[in-house]
């Protein structure tokens, strides 16, 4: 057993996002950085309970470890968290508290979205049963 000396809290999550079940998806999200005002469009490439790794093109991304971020998640909302790591335009972000990666791939649908044969108008007479 390989003993190290004491790991810090960000190492700590780190570990445990890795080790964590991921889902793997390709969605979108915006997330905004501490100092800066308008949000960055990411796309999420993976999303565990505890964290997920974003990857942007954005050059002027300046996405440093240690950064404190906020994520607005699907069906989720705002997700709090901090920069774990960072790669050439990947990154991870650990999550503050737990979230239900289930919740944020549901798809919501509105009544737009359904086929016209499904769409409930209103004005749809009750149905007509017939005694036997």
Do not use: C
Not at 48 to 58: F, R
Not at 81 to 91: D, H, I, T
């Amino acid at each position: 057993m390989d003993l190290q000396g004491p790991v810090s809290v960000d190492e700590e999550v780190a570990a445990l996002s890795r080790s964590a079940d991921r889902d793997s998806l390709f969605m979108r999200a915006a997330l905004t950085l501490s100092g800066r005002a308008d949000p960055l469009i990411v796309r999420v490439r993976n999303l565990s309970a505890g964290g997920m790794l974003a990857e942007t093109t954005e050059t002027k991304a300046n996405v440093e470890s240690g950064a404190a971020v906020e994520v607005e998640l699907r069906n989720v909302g705002p997700v709090a968290g901090r920069v774990v790591w960072v790669g050439e335009g990947k990154f991870g972000i650990a999550f503050d508290r737990q979230i239900n990666p289930q919740v944020v791939r549901r798809q919501v649908v509105t009544q737009s979205d359904l086929p016209p044969h499904l769409r409930r108008t209103g004005r749809e007479p009750n149905p007509v049963y017939r005694r036997r």
